[in-house]
Nanobody
Framework: QVQLVESGGGLVQAGDSLRLSCAAS????????MGWFRQAPGKEREFVAT????????HYAESMKGRFTISRENAKNTVYLQMNSLKPEDTAVYYC???????????????????WGQGTQVTVSS
């Protein structure tokens, strides 16, 4: 079973930056896409960004494009989310997710991912 573990969350002030990490373990050769979602209290889980393990394909939610960057380090089976110019409205639990081959591109829905991490809290104060 694929397992995903997020790290790097914390408490920062508006305008600061954070880099989240998601380490994958298990049969990762079956994975094609990795994504980031976030969920604020009282709101639905929201798509943030996705990338494929091969090639340079990336896709971002419009509200994150230009501030957030998804990247990967294949040798470490790790995906990152660089978050710059953070705003209080970015406060949420951030989840990484993984999907197998045969998915629609870009996968922006929860149902298009097969594995999920437990999440890491990001809190941005004003």
């Amino acid at each position: 079973q694929v397992q995903l573990v997020e790290s790097g969350g914390g408490l920062v002030q508006a305008g600061d930056s954070l880099r989240l990490s998601c380490a994958a373990s298990g049969p990762t050769s079956s994975l094609y896409t990795m994504g980031w979602f976030r969920q604020a209290p009282g709101k639905e889980r929201e798509f943030v960004a996705t990338t494929a393990w091969s090639g340079d394909s990336t896709h971002y939610a419009e509200s994150m494009k230009g501030r957030f960057t998804i990247s990967r380090e294949n040798a470490k089976n790790t995906v990152y989310l660089q978050m710059n110019s953070l705003k209080p409205e970015d406060t949420a639990v951030y989840y990484c997710a993984a999907g197998g081959y045969g998915r629609r591109w870009p996968p922006t829905r929860r149902a298009e991912y097969d594995y999920w991490g437990q999440g890491t809290q990001v809190t941005v104060s004003s």
